[in-house]
């Protein structure tokens, strides 16, 4: 079978990758007013340089920034717009790992005005990439869903936003900009990172949108099109995925529910080219969502965890790929881990050393299923 020219790839992988001890201390250091900003940007950037070379290393066509250049993976972009801020969270939300279950109020954003983009948020830091970078650089953003979904209307200022319909407009126009802009720095693989609609295929959470004063029946719709908003207007050879997490950190996760209550809004009605999906554990249910894949579409398996340092086996990967192609063609599949390996800073539930082993163990997959990489 023919290696895939565009991405997503054969093999490719989510995105964050394991922060660097020196890196860590960097930004420690930093918040503490110990170093200044210009050295910690100069610590950044050579571990980006090294990660990239890591990830050319293994056999990735991709590369990503390791999602070095912020703290966490949503907060350093939304709160960049004007008149954001974080606040409490009417969502309580458990977090699961083998350690057990503990329970987290976490924070959510508040709009206290109309939304703005003052600044280009992650083009810079894209066209650094772009310039270290041999294969194509991919660019990773929260979905426009996580400026609402902890707070539901409540978070949002109503003297700004009396209409809701406003408000969903504005975020997907400041979207809009960032995207046009990385676009004119030369990004033609975009990532969005998903949690909401995955967060939706689990009756737990789904009882717990009431408390935002939302329908869980509706909403997946209301999302469906704030994204294709999002991304309308992109360059035509831009490819967008979008990337559907059930929580990750330090090896904990929040969601558990197979694709089924929203597999052909998913797979049909957004507009992307390709879906990075979990399906590291029985959590996730079964491939047979995937019938809903229309032709033109790639699926990226996330048949490895990030949650353990556990090393999967190669027949084990291949006898799943297997079971998946039974509802979608081979061709339309593609294999990495299942989410990234780091949220932010800290928290990890492995080495850099795991966190390679499992990257190239995606790479040799790949290469021996569909021939290439």
Not at 32 to 44: Q, V
Not at 239 to 250: M, P, Q
Not at 355 to 370: D, F, N, S
């Amino acid at each position: 079978m023919p290696a895939r020219l565009r991405p997503p790839f054969r093999a490719d992988h989510v995105g964050s990758l394991i922060r660097p001890d020196a890196l860590i201390n960097a930004w420690q250091a930093a918040e503490k007013g110990e170093i200044a900003a210009d050295e910690l940007t100069r610590i950044r950037r050579q571990a980006i340089r090294e990660v990239v070379y890591l990830q050319e290393e293994i056999g990735f066509k991709l590369a990503t920034d390791g999602e070095y250049n912020r703290t966490f993976w949503h907060r350093d972009f939304l709160l960049k717009f004007a008149n954001v801020r974080e606040a409490a969270s009417k969502l309580t939300v458990r977090f699961h790992s083998a350690a057990g279950t503990r329970e987290r109020v976490p924070a959510t954003l508040q709009v206290t005005g109309k939304l703005a983009r003052p600044r280009g948020i992650f083009v810079d830091d894209f066209k650094f990439l772009k310039s270290v970078a041999r294969g194509t650089p991919k660019i990773t953003v929260p979905s426009p869903t996580t400026m609402h979904f902890r707070g539901g209307r409540a978070a949002i200022d109503a003297v700004a936003y009396p209409d809701m319909e406003e408000f969903y407009a504005d975020l997907a126009r400041v979207y809009r900009e960032e995207i046009h802009d990385l676009a004119r720095a030369g990004c033609r693989y975009l990532q969005i990172d998903e949690v909401n609609l995955a967060y939706l295929c689990d009756p737990a959470l789904r009882a717990q949108v009431h408390t935002i004063g939302e329908d869980p029946d509706t909403l997946p719709q209301t999302y469906a099109r704030l994204i294709n908003d999002t991304i309308a207007g992109r360059p035509a050879d831009m490819v967008v995925c979008l990337h559907l997490c059930r929580g990750n950190f330090a090896g904990a996760w929040v969601a558990e529910g197979g694709y089924d209550p929203i597999a052909e809004l998913l797979f049909n009605e957004i507009a992307v080219d390709g879906y990075f999906l979990e399906y590291d554990s029985p959590r996730a249910g079964g491939f047979a969502p995937l019938r809903f894949l229309p032709k033109g579409k790639i699926a990226v398996l996330g048949l490895l965890t990030t949650k353990s340092p556990h090393l999967e086996s190669k027949d084990d990967l291949k006898r799943r790929i297997e079971e998946a192609s039974r509802y979608v063609s081979l061709d339309q599949l593609a294999l990495s881990p299942q989410c990234g390996f780091s949220s932010g800073i800290g928290g990890n539930a492995m080495t850099i050393a795991d966190e390679i082993a499992k990257l190239k163990l995606v790479v040799e997959t790949a290469r021996e299923v569909w021939d290439a990489a």
